[in-house]
T-cell receptor, first 107, second 109 residues
Framework: RKEVEQDPGPFNVPEGATVAFNCTYSNSASQSFFWYRQDCRKEPKLLMSVYSSGNEDGRFTAQLNRASQYISLLIRDSKLSDSATYLCAVNTGDMRFGAGTRLTVKP | EADIYQTPRYLVIGTGKKITLECSQTMGHDKMYWYQQDPGMELHLIHYSYGVNSTEKGDLSSESTVSRIRTEHFPLTLESARPSHTSQYLC????????FGSGTRLTVV
């Protein structure tokens, strides 16, 4: 079993849609959690950290459920520029990344 | 402006050649990492370092080696490149969330 598993995707949504990604992790001792965005043929870039209380950054909301060992990312009012691969990452001492979920936002 | 730098950005090299991929960061991070990623595939940790003179192998078996003589510098070396080494190599640093370099896209012919 992989340490970090994500929705397989791909997600194809129209502009303005709300889309949610889920990610589960296996190590209950995981210490910190993140969402990264990776554009095609580019490096991953940190999108946001994920806290137990949930956190929001504009149209993006991240949630952590330690009891169920999953994290989520909600994107509201999708833009064309949101098209990318979204990676969840779990720090257990070293960062472990999910395989990523590809999002395409269409006009 | 990038605080972690990788060179070269692209490299095409013949089989059997020795190559070194450079990675430097100006953020003073103790922890540095090398990941390998094939197109459209997931990141695989191949090496990491928690500080000067500390290096460890990651999850993915790799024929590469690394060194950490200075905090800011974490080069990766392939003694004898093979076509199976063709991939993108990403360096990262950070003690909490990671910052990635732009990567080196390596092609071995």
């Amino acid at each position: 079993r992989k340490e970090v598993e994500q929705d397989p995707g791909p997600f194809n949504v129209p502009e303005g849609a709300t889309v949610a990604f889920n990610c589960t992790y296996s190590n209950s001792a995981s210490q910190s959690f993140f969402w990264y965005r990776q554009d095609c043929r580019k490096e991953p870039k940190l999108l946001m950290s994920v806290y137990s209380s949930g956190n929001e950054d504009g149209r993006f909301t991240a949630q952590l459920n330690r009891a169920s060992q999953y994290i989520s990312l909600l994107i509201r009012d999708s833009k064309l520029s949101d098209s990318a691969t979204y990676l969840c990452a779990v720090n257990t001492g070293d960062m472990r990344f999910g395989a990523g979920t590809r999002l395409t936002v269409k006009p | 402006e990038a605080d972690i730098y990788q060179t070269p950005r692209y490299l095409v090299i013949g089989t059997g050649k020795k190559i070194t991929l450079e990675c430097s960061q100006t953020m003073g991070h103790d922890k540095m990492y090398w990941y390998q990623q094939d197109p459209g595939m997931e990141l695989h940790l191949i090496h990491y370092s928690y500080g000067v003179n500390s290096t460890e192998k990651g999850d993915l078996s790799s024929e590469s080696t690394v060194s950490r003589i200075r905090t800011e510098h974490f080069p990766l070396t392939l003694e004898s490149a093979r076509p199976s080494h063709t991939s993108q190599y990403l360096c990262a640093s950070g003690n909490y969330g990671y910052t990635f370099g732009s990567g080196t896209r390596l092609t071995v012919v």
